[in-house]
């Protein structure tokens, strides 16, 4: 398994994880805020994925980036990082650091890639 493949795997499941994990995970019931929005990221993030996985060409790997950045500063723009509700606030963050990662490590394969087939023409 080549690096890209693996962050790309990596990603996708740290975004299938974090749709599905209002299922075991303490949320705040009073608005539902944290589960739409751990599912909404977490659909996404696993989409942009799949995209990345399936069309390496194709720029998702900044998005993924992106993506975790929003996981990792939703806690407290949606008001989920109280102590009721640390678990999802947890997940936001590991998830988010995981997704940061991933897209920032992807990114940067890609751009060695290119850069090593333009120096070899």
Same mark, same amino acid.
């Given at each position: 398994?080549?690096?890209?493949? !693996? ?23 009073d608005?539902?805020?944290g589960?739409?929005?751990m599912?909404g990221?977490g ?26 950045v929003? !996981? ?7 008001? !989920? ?9 947890w997940?936001?963050w ?28």
């Open positions: 398994m080549t690096g890209k493949k !693996f962050l790309g795997w990596a990603a996708l499941i740290a975004g299938l994880y974090a749709a599905v994990s209002p299922i075991w995970v303490n949320y705040p019931a608005t539902n805020k589960l739409y929005t599912i990221l659909v996404i993030t696993a989409a942009l994925a799949i995209a990345a996985l399936y069309r390496p060409g194709v720029a998702t790997d900044s998005l993924i980036a992106l993506m975790g929003l !996981f990792i500063v939703a806690p407290w723009v949606m008001s !989920f990082s109280d102590t009721a509700y640390r678990p999802m606030a997940t936001a590991i998830v988010g650091a995981v997704s940061l990662v991933a897209g920032a490590a992807e990114f940067q394969l890609e751009r060695s890639e290119q850069q090593h087939t333009v120096t070899n023409r």
